[in-house]
């Protein structure tokens, strides 16, 4: 059940994402569970494969919560990934160390054997560690589920592994459009029903994260990223109609606009690339959350101090989520994590 309304204390992330502002915007941080901290690759190697990691729910919890102790971040998100939805649509998933995921490439004709919503089960573990965070973090912090945008999922199924360009996936739509079609549509059935669970099991909103988006022209962006994602923003309304959803499509320029309109999200990730006068007229919609580029964070000093301050500025006046553009890089000192952290808080 969502205990969402009978909530008592301030979760400052979730009351932006109902439209508040703060003085000093609340902050977490992509990918703040993972290889920048010591603590982090003790458990790593403790669980034996990166799945392991994500299925055993001891675990998963901890690493969820060691940011969090760490740096009191104003949410935390469940320590999973993207790709335990193919894992449990019965697509080969292994993680390589060093390397990254691979999965072997699937075919058109086996876009028909993809298991449905029953196999959602494979994906309990999930749904214990959410109820266990729920009841051991701290009341003020935000819990944020996720899963990935079915057109970033579906690259990595087809490609079965990270491209610079994801033109397998392109390529793919192109030539098997049809099943290319039928294959987004039941990574997005599926994932909608993976987030009703999550937030059933206690998230308080929940994140899509469609890191490919910016490879797509404006039609395919149309069709392969605001599309589905439409689709499980209305799934999962029809069962949770307050349910807060966050969407990143990542590097979407201009198309951040009508991803704002079409997809009905109450918050919209940006990457650092898009312009702050582009993001202050986002903003006029709705909340925002960004986009301070990683790779300022990893400079730290000067180059980070004001990276913060433009954004603080630009956005500090609307509904702000403080985040970065993309996920922390894991060759980040913790020492500019913290001082992005009290620049921020002020
Ligand atoms: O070796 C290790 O320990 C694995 C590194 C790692 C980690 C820490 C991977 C492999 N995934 C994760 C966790 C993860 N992934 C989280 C946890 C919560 C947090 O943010 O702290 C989340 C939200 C994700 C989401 C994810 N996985 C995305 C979307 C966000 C993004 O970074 O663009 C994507 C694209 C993935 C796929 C994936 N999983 C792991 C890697 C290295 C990748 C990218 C592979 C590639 O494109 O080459």
Redesign the pocket.
């Given at each position: 059940m969502n205990k969402r309304e009978e909530i008592p204390f301030e979760r400052k992330v979730l009351n932006v994402l109902n439209g508040q502002s703060y003085d000093r915007p609340p902050i977490w941080?992509?990918?703040?569970?993972?290889?920048y901290l010591p603590e982090?690759l003790k458990i790593?190697k403790q669980a034996g494969g990166?799945l392991n990691?994500c299925y055993t729910p001891d675990l998963a919890v901890e690493v969820?919560l060691q940011?969090i102790r760490r740096f009191k971040f104003d949410a935390a998100?469940?320590?999973?990934?993207?790709?335990v939805v193919p894992d449990a649509m019965g697509r080969n998933v292994r993680?390589v160390?060093g390397e990254?995921?691979r999965l072997d490439p699937i075919t058109p004709d086996e876009i028909n054997n993809l298991k449905n919503i029953d196999a959602i089960e494979h994906l309990n573990p999930v749904f214990e560690t959410i109820e266990i965070l729920r009841e051991e973090l701290p009341k003020e912090v935000t819990l944020l589920g996720?899963c990935?945008a079915p057109w970033?999922v579906a690259t990595?199924m087809i490609a079965g592994?990270?491209t610079p360009d994801q033109a397998p996936a392109r390529l793919f739509s192109y030539e098997n459009e049809t099943a290319f079609e039928k294959l987004l549509d039941k990574i997005a059935v599926f994932s909608a029903s993976y987030l009703i669970l999550q937030l059933q099991a206690g998230a308080d909103a929940i994140?899509i994260?469609d890191?490919?988006a910016g490879v797509l022209s404006e039609k395919d962006f149309t069709k392969w990223c605001i599309k589905p994602v439409n689709k499980i923003v209305k799934l999962v309304r029809d069962v949770i109609p307050d349910a807060r959803i966050i969407g990143?499509p990542?590097s979407a320029g201009l198309n951040y606009q009508s991803y704002r309109e079409l997809t009905q999200v109450d918050c919209l990730g940006l990457d650092w690339s898009v312009p702050m006068s582009f993001a202050r007229e986002l903003q006029k919609s709705g909340a925002v959350q960004g986009n301070l580029d990683p790779m300022r964070l990893l400079a730290g000093g000067s180059a980070l101090n004001e990276g913060v301050d433009d954004i603080i500025e630009n956005l500090g006046n609307g509904p702000l989520i403080f985040n970065l553009g993309?996920?922390i890089t894991p060759q980040t000192p913790i020492e500019n994590v913290e001082q992005m952290i009290k620049r921020v808080r002020g």
């Open positions: 941080m992509m990918r703040q569970a993972g290889r982090y790593r990166f990691l969820t940011p998100i469940l320590f999973s990934d993207i790709l993680f160390e990254g995921p996720f990935g970033t990595y592994k990270g994140q994260f890191s490919w990143f990542k993309h996920g």
